[in-house]
């Protein structure tokens, strides 16, 4: 007879999610420093070449392992701002991109719960 239990369902498999969220929520906090340092670069019209490839590879992250931590909020905005990232939009375009994922930055970091 097969087993249907679904093996998301065990406790096993909750308590290592939960501890790998709060490892990735300890490394969302210093990927909101970077995206503040972006946004700042970005107001002040003093944004480099190089601020802007960090920046690509760091939304780039958060694209890929927000929903897989149960943020689909920082995916969903991520991947709306690599999208114009990748597209060369000017800085004051960004600007508004980077704060809605910093909005979402911040509603997981207070939650500690997936949305």
């Known amino acids: 007879m097969k087993n249907n239990k ?6 096993a498999f909750i308590k290592t999610m939960n501890a790998l969220r709060r ?9 909101v420093v970077v ?14 070449l190089e601020k802007y490839e960090v920046m690509v ?8 392992s927000g ?13 709306i701002l690599e999208d ?3 597209e060369k939009a000017k800085p004051e ?8 994922l910093l909005d979402a930055c911040a509603q997981a970091l207070s939650n500690k719960e997936g949305d």
Request: aromatic share 8%.
């Open 35 to 48: 995206l503040r340092e972006f946004l700042e670069s970005c107001e002040s019209g003093k944004f480099t």
């Open 67 to 79: 929903a897989i931590y149960g943020y689909k909020k920082i995916s969903e905005t991520a991947c």
């Open 93 to 100: 375009t960004l600007i508004t991109m980077i704060r809605n």
């Open 23 to 31: 490892k990735y929520l300890i490394h969302l906090k210093e990927r």
């Open 6 to 11: 679904n093996p998301t369902d065990s406790p």
């Open 57 to 64: 590879m760091e939304v780039h992250k958060l694209n890929g």
């Open 84 to 86: 114009a990232l990748l």
